[in-house]
């Protein structure tokens, strides 16, 4: 190896990291930001929500009286199946469901380019949880919700306030933060 090739490759080695950090800094910088932004907002939801439940129209609901929600929103940019992961989904609801003592409920918000797309993955997957299909984006275009998917899944207090962003079925360190903060509120 000559040492024009070694200094090469280290060229390209260091030029490799350095962008690895600046990437890695400007992710950290971006994720403080958004959740700076969004701590303590109160989310708004429109009046006349018709949830589907297993791929058919249920009434209008109104949330659950839990003390904590988990509030996911998923728009129609990419693939659906893949972004929505409702296998996973519905094992943490179980979860949530024997460990949780009722605290937590779950508000499915969905913004789809293809209902009935939706409606048979809803079924495929067996996935018996309520969710709102929101035709029109409403729930977005009332609270102007951040265009990154990693940033579209919030705890929320029983008053609607964001308590915490973050996905759980993503990140499991996520799901151990809610978890933590359901069992032993931090008051104010």
């Known amino acids: 190896m000559s040492a024009n090739s ?19 800094t400007n992710k950290h910088e971006e994720t403080e930001k958004v959740v700076t932004e969004w ?9 006349n929500m ?11 609901a109104c949330f659950s009286k839990t003390p904590y929600k988990i509030l996911l929103y998923s728009d129609s940019i990419g693939c659906t199946s893949c972004k929505l992961k409702l296998l996973e989904w ?6 949530s469901d024997t460990t949780l003592n009722g ?15 939706l409606q048979l993955l809803l079924i495929q997957n067996r996935f018996n949880y309520p969710v709102f299909v929101d035709m029109y984006d409403e729930l977005n275009n009332m609270n102007r919700l951040p265009q990154k998917s990693a940033y579209q899944c919030f705890l929320l207090d029983q008053w609607n306030k964001v308590i915490s962003i973050g996905n759980p079925v993503l990140n499991t360190q996520v799901w151990e933060l809610y978890k933590q903060i359901i069992i032993k509120p931090i008051t104010n």
């Open 6 to 24: 070694f200094l090469i490759g280290s060229f390209i080695i260091l030029f490799v990291l350095f962008f690895s950090c600046n990437n890695i």
């Open 50 to 60: 018709v949830f589907l439940e297993f791929g058919r129209d249920t009434v209008s």
């Open 39 to 47: 701590i303590g907002k109160t989310i708004q939801f429109p009046n």
């Open 103 to 117: 605290k937590l409920s779950f508000i499915f918000c969905f913004y789809p380019k293809n209902r009935k797309e």
């Open 90 to 95: 519905q094992s943490l609801i179980q979860e």
